[in-house]
């Protein structure tokens, strides 16, 4: 027979487990609307990466943003243009980087998931 102190701490080590469950969460994927296809960009300059935050579940699992350059869906992981932001916030601002004129750059959104922006132009120095 189980004594009574045996049986109190099970139960309080099940308690503890149950409190310690992780809390359901889900993935937000919002899609970049800015900058879109046909956009120039010129190297030096300031803009605003924006994305949709409409619909954002409650319990987001990752919700610390960074942005990437991606060039050829080839992302410069060295060189974020962003990082720590709310992903909430819908938008942040970054410097466009110093890079090889070209059209097929795009951007990179990543807190829980990575979304790219569509294909843009940037003009470098």
Known sequence: MISFTTFILTLLALFSLSLSAPMRRDVFVPPIIYPKSGVVWIAGHHHNVTWETDGAPVNITN?????YLANNTIIDLDHPLAIGFDILDGRVSV?????????????????????YSPQFTIIGL
């Not at 919700?63 to 942005?67: A, K, L, T």
């Not at 410097?95 to 979304?115: E, H, I, M």
């Open 95 to 115: 410097q466009v980087p110093s890079v090889p004129t070209g059209q097929n750059y795009s951007l990179v959104l990543f807190g829980d998931s990575g979304n």
């Open 63 to 67: 919700g610390i943003g960074r942005v």
